[in-house]
């Protein structure tokens, strides 16, 4: 007799002032908040989690939770960063930090479950005079694919008459186990960007150990990037399209003490590593074109 694993589930489910939609299949648990359709948490059964949301985390409207895979966009951090040509097409006042999207309401278009997949599509369909301060008609949509890996995909459309120019990341906190132990692999020899040190332009030698606050912008990027941790015995890969470049960020131990939504030492327990289009490897739209930022995720034991 063959056994069938249960067929996957999708429920609506509100935490605290959140929307959010939880995911079971017959091996993992997805949790994603309509705001930002962000994805907030992702574990494998029998697994420690892959990604990484703050015990600390608030579910407020309006306000970006602390931890999942926020996505920040039409531009990446300060706004002034950002090449010209993405700072020019934001015309209001106090740019909030990582752009204009992530604590939007988005619309969840459709939920597809298949005997061993899911997928949710959100979108961020924007009227002809685009987001406050920011009058261009770009149509967002994110796509969440969950078979043994977990596969989003970003894509913007613009619809407007006029070339568009933006920055954007998938800025995904992982788990692991201590970041003291763990590595980044595929990284050697990369140029990057210390952003801690007058944002100079530096060249990574051997893979990337955490022994202090880190905040780089790593470009010219391989697809495969991946996080040795040995404390959970696992290695975690990341597979990106669409992207040269990528934020890898961890706070350390004072500026753990300014974040919101963060434990003191959570730093211990999570790395940020956001696959993105910053700088040289910003997204440029002409009319009527749509490109798709993505990464896929899984984990290997040791
Ligand atoms: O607190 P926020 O706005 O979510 O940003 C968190 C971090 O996001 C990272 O992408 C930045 O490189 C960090 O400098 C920043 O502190």
Known sequence: MTTT???PQVERVELDELVCWRVRTASAELL???QGAQVLSYQRDGEAPLIWLSEQAAFRKGQSVRGGVPVCWPWFGALERNPQAVQALYQGNDAPAHGLVRNLDWQLLEIDTREDAVNLQFALLQPENGLPGWPHHVDLRLHIHLDERLHLSLASHNHGDQPVTVGQALHTYLAVGDIRQARVEGLAGVHYI????????????GDLHF???TDRIYLDLPERLSVFDPAWQRRIHLHSSGSRSA?????????????SQFASDAWQRMLCIETANVLGDTLHLAPGEQKSLAVSLWAEPL
């Open 211 to 213: 022994e202090a606050e």
């Open 32 to 34: 994603v908040a309509q």
């Open 5 to 7: 694993s249960p067929a």
């Open 247 to 259: 934020v890898v960020w961890n706070p350390w131990i004072d500026k753990s003490q300014r974040l």
């Open 194 to 205: 210390e952003t801690l040190q007058d944002w100079q332009e530096r060249t990574q030698h």
